[in-house]
């Protein structure tokens, strides 16, 4: 008989039936506070009625065109509306399936355009799974070990995590800083590297937002020595944290910007947007794929993009964050063992330690099941899995938040008690 590979692990043991906004419902019609959104892809809710009535029109017209063969229009009206929302300057665009296709997309377009071999990625960053992707991922092992060699060209420099190390902000970002001048001295010359691939906020690493001063520093060293600043934006952009683009906190400037998840509120689409002239140097053939940029996903994009601007979602982030936030700040000031809450928006992580002051996967994991079992569904993160994260879709609302932060209070004081 055909099964699932056990290797497989679900975070729950809910089999969804149906969703609406916020919410999932299993097969017994119970109903879950779905604060994960499929770890923040579900940018306008469970079936938002104007993205499920735009791909249901689609797939009565044309399902798949594939855009290296014919074009289709859900594609070129997707570029105009894309350039009404990226960033200043990044007006070319390429489209795939996932967030690990389009950091391949942007890591192969950045040595071809560079002619430079190797790239720069930060501890804690998280890329994707597939080979390259997986190389350039350091926010754990279960992610790149188990099939050596893989890709060569991939340097590690350290991100700002105060956390981890113990230290002030400022501390961590000198440090960052200075080890990668460091790095570019000793271990890859400018000369031979292509890109800084950073995330705006550390995503599987445990939900640590970087700061202003340490991607103003990266961009000057770019800047300096001729490499490109490759933002991932897979799980911080459509705004989730608040703003429309994770980066837009920092000010910071792309030469390529990735994108995926929220995109298309659940149908598969990734992108990369570029400058003109770095887009220009990709080699012929190089981008392409059977099922990228499908035309039902660009008409889910659409509608997406309408309901984010429409239903003023960006705002809502940011406000529901704020109020998310101190939610979970009561909580954890009423637990020693939550030692921080952070993050941006709609993407705040709960951090446990132990007695010890060392991470606690264990006490995060528990917590996380008991908030399941008690209607709250949530995902864990960080090198320990010590982080329980929250990531509702953009549309939650005030009551959901608070319903959410009493379910977590008692999940969180039903575990440490």
């Given amino acids: 008989m055909a099964e699932l590979s056990s290797i497989l692990k679900q975070a729950t043991g809910v089999i969804a039936a149906r969703g609406e906004g916020v919410h999932l419902y299993d097969e017994e019609g119970r109903r879950y506070l779905d604060f994960t959104a499929g770890i923040g892809v579900t940018s306008t809710g469970h079936c938002h009625p104007r993205v499920v009535e735009a791909a249901q029109r689609q797939v009565a ?18 570029v105009d509306r894309l350039g ?21 997309a942007a890591l192969r377009l950045a040595r ?51 956390t981890h190390y113990g230290w002030s902000e400022e501390e961590a970002t000198d440090f960052a800083l200075r080890e990668l001048d460091y790095l570019l001295q000793t271990v890859t010359t400018p000369a031979e590297t292509a890109a800084f691939f950073v995330e705006p906020v550390l995503g599987e690493g445990g939900y640590v937002p970087a700061n202003t001063r340490f991607l103003a520093g990266l961009r000057e060293r770019a800047d300096r020595h001729g490499i490109l600043l490759v933002l991932d934006e897979v799980q ?19 030469d390529i910007l990735i994108t995926a998840k929220g995109l298309a509120s659940g149908f598969p689409l990734s992108a990369i947007a570029a ?19 499908n035309a039902v996903a660009c008409a889910a994009a659409l509608a997406t993009l309408d309901v984010i601007q429409s239903e003023g979602l960006v705002q809502n982030s940011a ?41 606690d996967g264990a006490t995060a994991a528990a917590a996380q099941q008991e908030a399941a079992k008690r209607g709250l569904l949530l995902l ?23 319903e959410a932060g009493t379910i977590w209070a008692e999940a969180v004081t039903a575990v440490t008690a």
């Fill in 112 to 162: 071809q355009s560079t002619a430079r071999p190797n790239v720069v990625v930060f501890h804690g960053g998280f890329h994707g799974r597939t080979v390259a992707a997986a190389s350039m991922t350091t926010s754990g092992t279960k992610f790149r070990a188990g099939f050596s060699p893989i890709m060569g060209g991939v340097v590690i420099a350290p991100f700002p995590n105060p």
């Fill in 380 to 402: 864990t993160c960080g090198a320990w899995g010590e982080v329980v994260r929250f990531i509702p879709a953009l549309v939650v609302n005030s009551e959901q938040v608070k």
């Fill in 319 to 359: 406000a529901r964050g704020a109020e998310l936030r101190a939610v979970l700040q009561d909580v954890a000031s009423a637990h020693k063992n939550i030692t921080d809450v952070r993050g941006l928006g709609l993407m705040l992580g709960n951090e446990f330690r132990d007695a010890n002051g060392d991470p």
């Fill in 84 to 104: 009404e929302v990226l960033p200043t300057g990044l007006d070319r665009m390429f489209f795939a399936n996932s967030g690990s296709e389009g950091v391949e």
């Fill in 236 to 254: 911080t952009g459509w705004g989730r944290t608040g703003k429309f683009w994770g980066g837009d906190h920092f000010d910071a400037r792309a």
């Fill in 61 to 78: 017209t044309l399902i798949h065109a594939q855009y290296t063969t014919v074009m289709h229009r859900p594609l070129l009206d997707l």
């Fill in 275 to 293: 400058r003109a002239d770095i887009m220009e140097k990709a080699w012929p053939g190089s981008q392409g794929g059977t099922y990228g940029a």
